[in-house]
């Protein structure tokens, strides 16, 4: 089992940066990936970032080259960084943990960005 918790987000004016983390515990070893997914109000969850076991990193189109995900040594926390943030960034980002049988999710933070 894997449980997540995320802190960050919140409210910036448009061009403003923001930072999401997520912090993994349980059964970490055998984490093969964590990342975000966002939604907003009206759309489907789209796929933010993810990193995988490798340290490969996926990224989806709308944010590619404004945001970016790392994560920490111990590799059991993730942190998206995001900057030159729109008002199409507006919404609810869930943090996501893969193992090979299963995706956890974590409870989801609010970013909003004000014109």
């Known amino acids: 089992q894997v449980q997540l918790v995320e802190s960050g987000g919140g409210l910036v004016q448009a061009g403003g940066s923001l930072r999401l983390s997520c912090a993994a515990s349980?059964?970490?070893?055998?984490?093969?990936?964590m990342g975000w997914y966002r939604q907003a109000p009206g759309k489907q969850r789209e796929l933010v970032a993810n990193?995988?076991?490798?340290?490969?990193?996926n990224y989806g189109g709308s944010v590619r080259g404004r945001f970016t995900i790392s994560r920490d040594g111990a590799k059991n926390t993730v942190y998206l960084q995001m900057i030159s943030l729109t008002p199409e960034d507006t919404g609810v980002y869930y943090c996501?943990?893969?193992?090979?049988?299963?995706?956890?999710w974590g409870q989801g933070k609010q970013v909003t960005v004000s014109s």
């Open positions: 990193i995988l076991r490798s340290g490969s990193t």
């Open positions: 996501h943990a893969d193992i090979p049988t299963a995706r956890y």
């Open positions: 349980g059964s970490i070893s055998s984490l093969n990936a």
